[in-house]
């Protein structure tokens, strides 16, 4: 992104000679970085995506299927983190753009809590296999890479801002720097300052010092500013639990602490463990087909988004707005569904985290090589990867978020047929924590704001075809109710 702090960071080290493998493959030099910051970006994404390999197993063995089966939390970690070291490693090679791969959160709350309540666990796993199917299909016709290109550049320009937002918001829910007020409140505010409106305790005073930390190494461009904080705060967190009276339930998911046993033999029991077709026989054709639209189109999008946001930020859109290597890029993101269906750990798709690594300069595909490489490190050092907490990689999603909302300048706000839709594509998607919400919110309204103006006719025809799905996605339940599908 040109003037942004990123980009204005100087190599660390002399860019590799262009006549070199590695070079050539993942046109390191010619994309402006060099090694070591691919090195440094890798890092910083496992830092601040590792929490999947806490949260995953918590989401998906919190749950029971129709027959009070419940999955093992050892083999959920060994499964998300095989399939995140497996794709990760296979984006940063066949796609070369900073994208990392895992267990995609909302996908997993969907089918934890809608499918498997309505069929066996390997059904619900057999029907996001079948999504990632469809979603390569697409990718395979075409549809899916036409529909990213007909999209206004200021929507997509939107998309990065209102990623930016989230991640934010994501980061300060996760330190709990703000939480959800609860209902015996009777507020119609939602969420508040800490836990009780006002800071308190230890592990929030290591996520304000690391946002300030943060922060301050950004704006003095420190080389490596995001990893120096995560890595610093950790070391931070872990002191204080060891001195302070901490209880556990103040840091969240990650308690950190240095564990008792380093190394622990994965369990591969997961793998392999689904029915393709089963969910149709449980469920019905009508439910389980519903089902796989939902899945499909929170997929879809939210990985466009995701997508779109990264490589903008990473400066590598085109001239046109056009991500490099699309189609190999989004097939790479169906096939992840696949394999996160087959693997019993849901859906997997490109993380919206990779920004902390391009906000650590990452360009290329060989940082999500790393960041792989990290992921298949935890499945024999499972133990490790809950030594950082939430509240010493939530400063990296709040800085970043910053870099990310640069992109709000680019976005012409005196022409409201474009700049209504790109604010509430901003708006939406930290409000109702959702990138597909936020997206949606701004195709619907934008192609409703050109119809009203009789600017139908500038509307690319797959933007109307793809607001119709928009429609249904936001009007599921009513149409599960006509059809009979409740």
């Not at 493998?21 to 890798?42: M, Q």
């Not at 950790?234 to 990650?254: F, K, S």
């Not at 909302?405 to 708006?427: C, E, G, H, K, S």
């Not at 930290?430 to 409703?448: C, E, H, K, R």
Request: glycine share 10%.
């Amino acid at each position: 992104m040109p003037g942004s702090p990123v980009d204005t960071v100087k190599p660390t080290s002399a860019p590799p000679p262009a006549g070199s493998p590695l070079d050539r493959w993942f046109r390191i030099s010619e994309r402006g970085s060099t090694p070591g910051r691919e090195v440094r970006g890798g890092l910083a994404t496992f830092f601040t995506m590792a929490y999947i390999l806490v949260l995953n197993p918590i989401i998906l063995g919190s749950a029971t299927d129709k027959f009070g089966h419940h999955l093992s939390p050892a083999q959920l970690l060994t499964a998300t983190a095989l399939v995140a070291a497996v794709m990760s490693a296979v984006m940063g090679v066949g796609g070369n753009l900073p994208l990392a791969i895992a267990a995609g959160l909302g996908l997993n709350a969907v089918v934890a809590f809608q499918l498997a309540p309505r069929m066996s666990w390997p059904d619900a796993m057999g029907l996001v296999v079948l999504e990632g199917l469809l979603i390569c299909v697409l990718v395979v016709t075409g549809l899916r890479e036409a529909i990213m290109n007909a999209i206004p550049q200021a929507i997509k320009q939107a998309i990065s801002v209102g990623i930016g937002l989230f991640i934010a918001f994501i980061g300060f829910i996760d330190a709990g720097f703000a939480s959800r007020i609860p209902d015996a409140a009777k507020t119609t505010v939602p969420v508040q300052l800490g836990g009780t409106g006002t800071l308190s305790g230890w592990p929030v005073l290591v996520f304000c010092v690391g946002v300030l930390l943060t922060v301050a190494l950004v704006a003095r461009r420190v080389k490596g500013a995001i990893l120096i904080s995560i890595v610093t705060m950790t070391i931070v967190a872990v002191v204080v639990n060891a001195v302070a009276d901490v209880p556990a339930a103040a840091w969240g998911l990650t308690v950190p602490k240095v564990p008792h046993d380093v190394v622990a033999s994965p369990d591969f029991g997961l793998i392999g463990h689904f029915s393709l077709f089963g969910g149709f026989s449980e469920a019905g054709v009508v439910t389980a087909s519903l089902f796989v639209f939902t899945l499909v189109l929170s997929d879809f999008f939210d990985a466009m988004g995701t997508i779109v946001g990264i490589s903008n930020e990473a400066g590598l859109l085109d001239e046109r707005g056009r991500v490099p290597n699309i189609g190999r890029v989004l097939f790479i993101d169906g096939a992840a569904a696949v394999a996160g269906g087959a693997a019993s750990c849901s859906s997997n798709t490109a993380y919206v985290e990779s920004a902390a690594g391009v906000g650590e300069g990452a360009r290329t595909g060989l940082a999500s090589v790393v960041t792989g490489a990290l992921f298949a490190v935890t499945l024999f050092l499972a133990p490790l990867a809950s030594v950082v907490p939430s509240q010493a990689a939530a400063p990296a999603l709040v800085a970043v978020g910053f870099l990310l909302m640069a992109q709000v300048r680019n976005i012409d706000w005196t022409q409201y047929d474009i700049a209504i839709p790109a604010f509430l594509t901003i708006a939406v998607m930290p409000f109702t924590y959702s990138i597909t919400n936020g997206i949606g919110a701004g195709f619907l309204s934008f192609v409703t704001i050109k119809a009203v103006l009789g600017k139908w006719r500038e509307v690319h025809p797959l933007v109307w075809g793809v607001s119709v799905c928009f429609l249904a996605y936001f009007a599921i339940h009513p149409l599960q109710s006509w059809l009979g599908a409740n």
